[in-house]
């Protein structure tokens, strides 16, 4: 089994760093005769963690890692998640946008942004609207109203599909 690693920092953001901030082998440390690589519970960033970063630099044992074997695939993982939710608001936008020119096209030249808001032009019920970008001047409904916040994005999602 491989015993060389990639430990790739990871951000508050979630988003990892491109390139392997430390890149180890096992074999190199003198706990390497103490493991047993094969079992099925073996976890290199364990290891990784409990036995290699207290020997790094201070500033290591702040950071947050991802760590993978090396003849693994190693795109990122929390990245694929950030990624889908890029997509899923880019549909809802384009979706919101479509009823925007639809039912408010006087606002067509407008600064504009889509919200869900609640305010007293949506008596104080949850509303998508369109408001004005620097000022959040209220401009028109774009969907009824709701009672929470999670139904008028259940709405949205549903009305998507």
């Known amino acids: 089994m491989e015993t060389k690693y990639n430990a790739y920092r990871v951000y508050s953001t979630g988003r990892r760093v491109k390139k ?3 890149v180890f082998d096992l074999k190199e440390y003198e706990f390497f005769d103490d493991l047993d690589i094969n079992s099925d519970d073996f976890d290199g960033e364990k290891i990784f963690l409990d036995k290699i970063v207290p020997t790094l630099d201070k500033k290591f044992s702040r950071y947050k890692f991802e760590v993978i074997r090396k003849d693994l695939p190693q795109e990122p993982k929390i990245d694929k998640s950030i990624e889908e939710e890029k997509r899923k608001q880019k549909q809802r936008n384009l979706f919101l946008g479509k009823i925007a ?5 006087n606002f067509a030249s407008e600064a504009s942004t889509i919200s869900l808001c609640m305010r007293p032009e949506t008596e ?8 004005q ?9 774009l969907s009824s109203s709701f009672d929470t916040r999670t139904e008028a994005e259940e709405w949205l999602e549903n009305s998507i599909n």
């Open 124 to 131: 104080w019920k949850w509303q998508w609207c369109l408001t």
């Open 20 to 22: 392997p901030t430390i």
């Open 101 to 105: 020119a639809r039912k408010l096209s």
């Open 133 to 141: 970008s620097s000022t959040n001047k209220f401009f028109g409904h």
